[in-house]
Structure formats: C-alpha cells, structure tokens
C-alpha cells in the first residue's frame, strides 16, 4: 500500500523557515517522482516544487525560487521541502504527492505541476505564515 506522511507544518513569522518532510513507503522510491502541491483557502491547489528520484531534477514555481529547495534522502525514503523567507502568501495547506517517475522524465517535466498526473497524496500539513 503506498503512503505518503507530511510533517513539519506549523506557525512561523514572515521572513522565517521552516522543513518539511514527506514521508513515503509501499513503492519503489527511485522510480517515483515526487511534488509538493499546496490549497490556501478559496484557492486551487498549486504544484509548489517537485523532485524526480530517477533523473534527480528539480522544478519550482515561479514564487518560491529562490527561496523553497526541495531534496531528497532515498535511504530514508522522504522528500524535503526547506521553505526560507517564508512571506503571508505562503500560508496553505501543503501535500505532497507522488507519481511514477519515466513519465515525468521523457515530457522534460513539463508536466510536474499539474495535480491530476499523481496518483498518491498525502493528508496534508498545515503551514500558517504571520505578518
């Protein structure tokens, strides 16, 4: 059974970092990419960042480069979203997601940010960014 746990949510002031973490089993790691996406209230779920374990690119959307770094450590099966200089906008419920990876990699990533390729979600985790 695949599964994806997120943790490292929680309330920080503007300007602030925080990590998260995605948790994942049930799959073989290095042949999934994996993406965070995040849903603020009254808003469509975004694609954030993602990583693909089997070619090890990145992609970022246009508001978090330069600050969010996404990394992953297959020994520990998790994929890391270190956010920096965090701003209010940021405030969301962030998950992440998982899909196989080939896919991913023979469309150059075009296609990474779009929620309907991944099969597999997790609950979420709450980020909350203060003024």
């Known amino acids: 059974e695949v599964q994806l746990v997120e943790s490292g949510g929680g309330l920080v002031q503007a300007g602030g970092s925080l990590r998260l973490s995605c948790a994942a089993s049930?799959?073989?790691?290095?042949?999934?990419?994996v993406a965070w996406f995040r849903q603020a209230p009254g808003k469509e779920r975004e694609g954030v960042s993602c990583?693909?374990?089997?070619?090890?690119?990145?992609f970022y959307t246009d508001s978090v480069k330069g600050r969010f770094t996404v990394s992953s450590d297959n020994a520990k099966n998790t994929v890391y979203l270190q956010m920096n200089t965090l701003k209010p906008e940021d405030t969301a419920i962030y998950y992440c997601?998982?899909?196989?990876?080939?896919?991913?990699?023979?469309?150059?990533?075009?296609?990474?940010?779009?929620?309907?390729?991944?099969?597999?979600w997790g609950q979420g985790t709450q980020v909350t960014v203060s003024s």
């Open positions: 990583i693909n374990n089997y070619d090890g690119k990145t």
């Open positions: 997601a998982a899909r196989h990876s080939l896919g991913l990699h023979y469309d150059n990533g075009s296609g990474w940010h779009r929620s309907f390729e991944y099969g597999n």
């Open positions: 049930g799959f073989i790691f290095d042949d999934y990419a």
